[in-house]
């Protein structure tokens, strides 16, 4: 059983806008670390967005920064990637995932452990 599910993905012109949502499939996962990742083919998996969940503390790869914007809904147990003024090179495997660290604020990708199986996002110029 995927621990994580995502939704939201889909294909947009260069320029729209997604919004991403993670859920917790029926389970708890235990976590305070929150993260997107994506993967276009031939690529590297590279780290998007995370949160810190305890004081909201966000991270966001230089190529995002200023577009997309990683939030949670402690309540629902879901967690957002807002992905607003997308371009070509946006397209990718998205890929949720919760971990959990002993550093306040710092998330590292060592400390994900639980991931979702992906959504793929498109963006044609």
């Known amino acids: 059983q995927v621990p994580l599910v995502e939704s939201g993905g889909g294909s947009v012109q260069s320029g729209g806008s997604l919004r991403l949502s993670c859920t917790a499939n029926?389970?708890?996962?235990?976590?305070?670390?929150l993260g997107w990742f994506r993967q276009a083919p031939g690529k590297e998996r590279e780290g998007v967005a995370t949160i810190f969940t305890v004081n909201g503390d966000t991270y966001y790869a230089d190529s995002v920064k200023g577009r997309f914007t990683i939030s949670q809904d402690s309540a629902k147990n879901t967690a957002y990637l807002q992905m607003d003024d997308l371009k070509p090179e946006d397209t990718a495997f998205y890929y949720c995932?919760?971990?959990?660290?002993?550093?306040?604020?710092?998330?590292?990708?060592?400390?994900?452990?639980?991931w979702g199986q992906g959504t793929q996002v498109n963006v044609s110029s």
């Open positions: 995932a919760a971990g959990f660290t002993s550093k306040t604020g710092v998330c590292l990708p060592s400390a994900f452990t639980s």
């Open positions: 029926g389970y708890t996962v235990l976590s305070n670390c």
